[in-house]
């Protein structure tokens, strides 16, 4: 098992990601889940640029990760996982590819149909309702910016959105 | 023709105080527009940039090469001829920019990638420049 984190992040590849998680846990290589950027090369130019050297970075579809995930998680070196929202990482718990993983919800930020749990973490009842899905088909499912920042439950962040 | 504008993208209070420290220190107001990430989705990002821009001669600063304000910049400018994104910016690169507005943004762009990176020195203890 070389995925050693994986995260929902709208953000996908930015700062907190690559410098935050990235350094801290020395990872080489991110693997972005995400349909519409596995599709859109000047995208992916636009998210792999500033990648610290060596670093690698590879988009796939939902369905390929599914399909090429044993590969994905033997690559050499350390990985990291990342989808945009609540939904992709849904579709892969369900598949049973996160079993026995821990995921991460780090920025989900504010809209008109979301309701505030975290200064970092905003939901609507259908993404609580994914992350209750992930949690079931994973180890479990918390919340947390930044490696040094408090790791809260996702019981705490539903209790809060109800 | 006018002036070119620029539009400082940052995360937290940074573009801010770009925006103010540049001001205090050349005098001259209203040059730089911050614009923060800070609680915005990627969406709300690009919709600001983008109407920041507002097809201007205008000159997009961001702090992080890898970080979501860079890509929401490019993204916007990606369909804009002639608006540049500068990454890394600095107050050495604002200080140059404000005083000279008149360039064109592709050429103004270039002379300030080189102003910032002569801004950032080493002044190390027992040697002499």
């Known amino acids: ?162 | 023709m006018s002036e070119v504008r620029g539009i400082v993208v940052a995360h937290g209070h940074l573009a801010r105080c770009l925006a103010e420290t540049t001001e205090s220190i050349s005098g001259i107001l209203g040059a730089i527009q911050p614009i923060s990430n800070a609680d915005c989705s990627p969406e709300i990002l690009v919709k600001r940039i983008r109407e920041a821009v507002d097809g201007g001669r205008v000159i997009v600063f961001v702090d992080l090469d890898s970080g979501s304000c860079c890509h929401a910049a490019r993204s916007v400018c990606r369909g804009v001829p002639e608006v540049p994104v500068v990454s890394g910016v600095n107050v050495p690169m604002l200080l140059d920019f404000v005083f000279h507005r008149d360039m064109e943004p592709v050429e103004l762009a270039r002379r300030l990638v080189s102003k910032g990176q002569s801004g950032v020195v080493a002044h190390l203890p027992g040697f002499s420049s």
Do not use: C
């Not at chain 1, 989808?83 to 369900?94: C, H, N, S, V, W």
């Not at chain 1, 991460?104 to 905003?122: F, I, K, M, P």
């Not at chain 1, 939901?123 to 040094?148: C, F, H, M, N, W």
């Open chain 1, 1 to 162: 098992m070389t995925l050693t984190l994986f995260r929902i992040d709208e953000r996908l590849l930015h700062g907190q990601v690559i410098v935050g998680w990235g350094m801290r846990l020395g990872i080489d290589y991110y693997v972005v889940v995400d349909d519409e950027l596995a599709a859109s090369e000047w995208e992916q130019d636009i998210y792999g640029a500033g990648l610290p050297e060596q670093t690698k970075v590879e988009f796939v579809t939902t369905e390929q990760a599914i399909e090429r995930f044993q590969q994905l998680d033997s690559l050499p070196g350390r990985g990291a996982l990342l989808t945009r929202g609540t939904g992709e990482m849904r579709t892969l718990a369900e598949s049973g590819v996160l079993a026995g993983r821990r995921v991460n919800l780090g920025g989900l930020h504010a809209t008109s149909e979301r309701r505030r749990v975290l200064t970092y973490v905003h939901l609507t009842q259908e993404e609580a309702g994914d992350l209750e899905a992930i949690q079931a088909a994973s180890t479990g499912v918390t919340a947390r910016d930044l490696p040094a920042g408090k790791e809260v439950d996702l019981q705490d962040l539903i209790d809060d959105l109800e």
